[in-house]
């Protein structure tokens, strides 16, 4: 059993103008020390696909009509919300792409990460080391050593005196450590990571990616990172899925799906990015937009823009193997063995 399964999850919201059908089948399947890159256009549902799986998603307005997500066998449907509670604090650890859930600008880091460290002991008194009688005293001093054992963990020189500092006092670079150790600080089975290394440098970028990869090695934590560039994915991710407007279109093995794409939607993603030594003006982009989750097409809802679409791609085509390494969802790929 793989320690999270997401099968054909469909997730709807109301607004104003109806309901919009914003997951429409999304399958996904994560083991232990696993890195999935979960990539895909803005509003293809990325973001909603992670915080789903924390049950972040507030329903209302949204609701999840079909489909189902397990997280270690549990059925996080239908868990209520103390367990989802506690699966956060100690088992699920997330990185928002919403900076405004970050860190707080007027809190000392280290009041921030003890804070987290001290709910997570709450659901699982080991994450201190200590037993559940210990004072509050020693928890708190617990905690504080444990902040600053993370935050030396995730590369943050002087952590013993950096743990004092405010948000404003480290660089970006810095703070998405910082923001790393505080999800590690339950020592969770998986990490979600929205668009982590989003406002990075590329070395920086770089740098972060090589802490997640160590991560995942060392601790057979499992990432779910989540990125619009195929270039992070490249770098770290063992796996990819690719959405496109609320399902998973093609998921794989990272190397074959990114060297060989069997989707026209994953085909054209590869060829729109930019490539150093191409001709001036050469850059393509993807003709069309992404459908009106409001009414989307039936069928394949790439089939507008795709341009190899017959009339049976009026039909939703099922996720496929295609290989041995990978699935896709389109009637027209090659399944070549
Ligand atoms: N609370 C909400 N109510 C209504 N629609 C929403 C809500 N949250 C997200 N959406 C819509 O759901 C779709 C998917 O959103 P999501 O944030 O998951 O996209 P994403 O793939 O993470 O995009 P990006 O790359 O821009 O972060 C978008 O069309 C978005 O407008
Ligand atoms: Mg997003």
Redesign the pocket.
């Given at each position: 059993m793989a320690l999270v399964e997401i099968e054909n999850l469909h997730l709807a919201?109301r607004?104003f103008e109806g309901e919009?059908q914003?997951l429409a089948g999304v399958d996904l399947a994560i083991e232990r020390g696993e890195i999935w890159g979960l990539v895909?256009?803005?509003?293809?549902?990325?973001?909603?696909?992670g915080l789903s799986i924390s049950r972040l998603v507030s329903s209302p307005?949204?609701r999840y009509p079909k489909g189902a997500i397990r997280f270690d066998g549990r059925d996080i449907l239908a868990a209520d919300e103390a367990e989802m509670r506690k699966l956060r604090g100690r088992r699920i650890g997330m990185i928002f792409?919403d900076p405004t859930t970050n860190l707080n600008p007027a809190f000392r880091v280290g009041e921030q990460m003890i804070d987290v460290a001290l709910h997570a002991a709450r659901v699982d008194a080991s994450v201190l080391g200590l037993d559940a009688k210990a004072s509050a005293r020693a928890r708190r001093a617990a905690a504080r050593a444990l902040a600053v054992r993370l935050l030396e963990r995730v590369g943050v020189a002087r952590a013993a005196e950096r743990v004092d500092d405010y948000p404003h006092q480290f660089s970006g670079g810095m703070r998405q450590r910082v923001l790393i150790a505080m999800a590690l600080i339950g020592k969770p089975d998986l990490l979600i990571a929205d668009?982590p290394t989003t406002a990075l440098d590329v070395s920086v970028q770089a740098q972060i990616l090589k802490l997640l990869h160590e991560l995942a090695r060392e601790q057979g934590l499992a990432i779910l990172l989540?990125t619009?560039n195929l270039g992070v994915v490249a770098q770290i991710a063992s796996h990819v899925a690719v959405?496109y407007a609320?399902r998973v279109v093609e998921r794989g093995a990272a190397r074959a799906v990114l060297k060989a794409p069997a989707h026209p939607y994953t085909q054209a993603l590869i060829a729109s990015l930019p490539r150093a030594g191409a001709a001036r003006g050469s850059l393509v982009g993807i003709p069309g937009v992404v459908p009106n989750?409001f009414s989307p097409p039936a069928g394949c809802r790439f089939a507008p823009r795709c341009p190899l679409a017959v009339a049976r791609c009026g039909e939703a085509p099922p996720l496929e193997a295609a290989g041995a390494a990978r699935e896709v969802a389109c009637w027209r790929a090659e399944r070549a063995a």
């Open positions: 919201i607004a919009a914003v895909g256009e803005t509003g293809c549902g990325k973001s909603l696909t307005p949204a792409q668009e989540i619009h959405m609320g989750l």
